[in-house]
């Protein structure tokens, strides 16, 4: 009789660890990929630099999705692809997983300079270039900004993930006591290339370029620590908010639903 009573328990409890896992294992993840103002360095905040992808999670609830910050500091869309990040970010993808994806700051770079070899050509068309790489010392094509985005977006797709295209955040750039924007760049590139994929939208520029503008120039100064670009704490979970509430106004977006309800 204790001996049933006891077996009964042990099996309930294997039943219940073996659910547990499975429902973890079932449970979508949330890949974010970008470059240094997703995540800076190693995403420990060393001298108090911060991505927005390092908060980002806290707005999710993390009991029905994962979050994985895959962002590197330093790439483009063009290198965060030729240096494998990419492909290790595409072979755990499962149908049900979300790909948040932010580039632009580091693609205006040098083509094929010795520093990092990691620009694209400007806009969303078809065109390409061959170069020799200084850095890999290889042969190289290298596409256009818009092409490398509707890469990650087609990839994402075939393995039956959702993806959402935010445009990059606003460096701390100023004219006439307005941040500058990046409609005419980099933003309405990515906004170009989310609308023909049919894929999600996240205007990150405008939506932390409105409130830049009212908070105005010495108050946001003061949220970029060493220069115009990288975050610190405050900044990024700025970023982040805007991230969320950029999420928020997609009504049928899937993601939007992890969200947690405030």
Same mark, same amino acid.
């Given at each position: 009789?204790?001996?049933?009573?006891?077996?009964?328990?042990?099996?309930?409890?294997?039943?219940?660890?073996?659910?547990?896992?499975?429902?973890?294992? &079932?449970?979508?993840?949330?890949?974010?990929?970008?470059?240094?103002?997703?995540? &800076?360095?190693?995403?420990?905040?060393? &001298?108090?630099?911060?991505?927005?992808?390092?908060? !980002?999670?806290?707005?999710?609830?993390?009991?029905? !999705?994962?979050?994985?910050?895959?962002?590197?500091?330093?790439?483009?869309?063009?290198?965060?692809?030729?240096?494998?990040?990419?492909?290790?970010?595409?072979?755990?993808?499962?149908?049900?997983?979300?790909?948040?994806?932010?580039?632009?700051?580091?693609?205006?770079?040098?083509?094929?300079?010795?520093?990092?070899?990691?620009?694209?050509?400007?806009? %969303?068309?078809?065109?390409?270039?061959? !170069?020799?790489?200084?850095?890999?010392?290889?042969?190289?094509?290298?596409? +256009?900004?818009?092409?490398?985005?509707?890469?990650?977006?087609?990839? +994402?797709?075939?393995?039956?993930? %959702?993806?959402?295209?935010?445009?990059?955040?606003?460096?701390?750039?100023?004219?006439?006591?307005?941040?500058?924007?990046?409609?005419?760049?980099?933003?309405?590139?990515?906004?170009?290339?989310?609308?023909?994929? &049919?894929?999600?939208?996240?205007?990150?520029?405008?939506?932390?370029?409105?409130?830049?503008?009212?908070?105005?120039?010495?108050?946001?100064?003061?949220?970029?620590?060493?220069?115009?670009?990288?975050?610190?704490?405050?900044?990024?979970? !700025?970023?982040?908010?805007?991230?969320?509430?950029?999420?928020?106004?997609?009504?049928?977006?899937?993601?939007?639903?992890?969200?947690?309800?405030?």
């Amino acid at each position: 009789m204790y001996y049933r009573k006891y077996f009964g328990l042990a099996m309930l409890a294997i039943l219940s660890v073996s659910t547990a896992f499975t429902v973890l294992q &079932n449970k979508p993840t949330l890949y974010v990929i970008g470059d240094s103002t997703v995540k &800076n360095g190693s995403g420990k905040g060393l &001298n108090n630099m911060w991505g927005w992808g390092d908060f !980002i999670g806290g707005y999710f609830d993390q009991d029905k !999705i994962r979050i994985e910050n895959r962002a590197l500091g330093g790439t483009s869309s063009r290198t965060f692809i030729s240096k494998g990040l990419w492909d290790s970010v595409l072979v755990k993808l499962k149908p049900g997983d979300f790909v948040m994806m932010q580039f632009g700051h580091n693609d205006g770079s040098p083509l094929d300079d010795t520093a990092r070899a990691r620009g694209t050509i400007k806009g %969303t068309g078809q065109e390409s270039k061959e !170069i020799y790489n200084p850095i890999t010392k290889k042969q190289e094509v290298v596409y +256009a900004y818009g092409w490398y985005l509707r890469k990650f977006i087609s990839d +994402a797709k075939a393995k039956g993930a %959702t993806t959402i295209v935010c445009s990059p955040i606003p460096r701390s750039d100023w004219k006439d006591g307005k941040v500058l924007r990046a409609e005419n760049g980099y933003a309405g590139w990515a906004e170009e290339v989310a609308k023909t994929e &049919n894929t999600w939208f996240v205007d990150l520029n405008k939506i932390t370029a409105d409130k830049y503008d009212k908070l105005g120039e010495a108050a946001v100064k003061a949220y970029f620590p060493g220069d115009h670009t990288h975050t610190n704490t405050e900044g990024a979970k !700025i970023n982040a908010a805007s991230v969320a509430e950029g999420l928020q106004l997609l009504k049928k977006c899937p993601l939007r639903s992890y969200l947690i309800k405030k």
